[in-house]
């Protein structure tokens, strides 16, 4: 059996990143009670931060923005980190989509691409859960900033976002 995880510190809001912050305070509104963690090491892809919190990359609630093509709104798919996004599927639930860049991104979300949260948005977005998220206990999705990341339950993300849970995943 491996060693428990090592997981990185939690930060003193005011040692945060501004998006960090910001992701904190809305944390603190929602009564969640679990800190904001600073990882050593970027946590830009679902495996680097599941190195760095020593955690399974399935646990990483990956964010990901595309832009629907009728009206430019964001489109958030929050996904396991081992799954492949279909955008198929995310299509059939929300309409076409369209490529959204690192400007449209940030923009939308007020987040840079790696550390986009899935909560406190510049401009709403459509959200959809990936199912798979919800067969496991504990994830982990970003805080606002690329080093920066959250512990909740699927329950807590569903709760948090009001988003339906979904089949988003791309099934060999």
């Known amino acids: 059996m491996s060693e428990t995880p090592q997981i990185p510190e939690s930060a003193n809001e005011h040692e945060l990143p501004e998006g960090a912050r910001h992701v904190a305070r809305l944390l603190a509104g929602m009564g969640h009670d679990q800190p904001i963690v600073l990882l050593p090491a970027t946590g830009k892809t679902s495996a680097e931060a599941a ?3 020593g955690c399974e990359v399935a646990q990483i609630a990956k964010s990901i923005i595309f832009r629907r093509a009728a009206d430019d709104t964001p489109v958030l798919v929050i996904a396991s980190g081992v ?3 279909d955008e198929k599927k995310v299509a059939a639930q929300v309409g076409e989509l369209a490529r959204a860049d690192a400007r449209f991104v940030k923009e939308k979300t007020g987040y840079s691409i790696g550390g986009v949260s899935p909560i406190g948005h510049v401009v709403s977005p459509v959200t959809l859960i990936d199912e798979d998220l919800l ?3 504990s994830l982990w999705a970003a805080a606002g ?6 512990n909740l339950t699927p329950q807590q993300l569903v709760a948090m976002t009001g988003a339906p849970v979904v089949d988003v995943a791309l099934r060999s």
């Open 135 to 137: 067969k496991l206990a």
């Open 51 to 53: 190195a760095g919190l």
């Open 83 to 85: 799954n492949r996004v």
């Open 145 to 150: 900033h690329p080093h920066a990341v959250f």
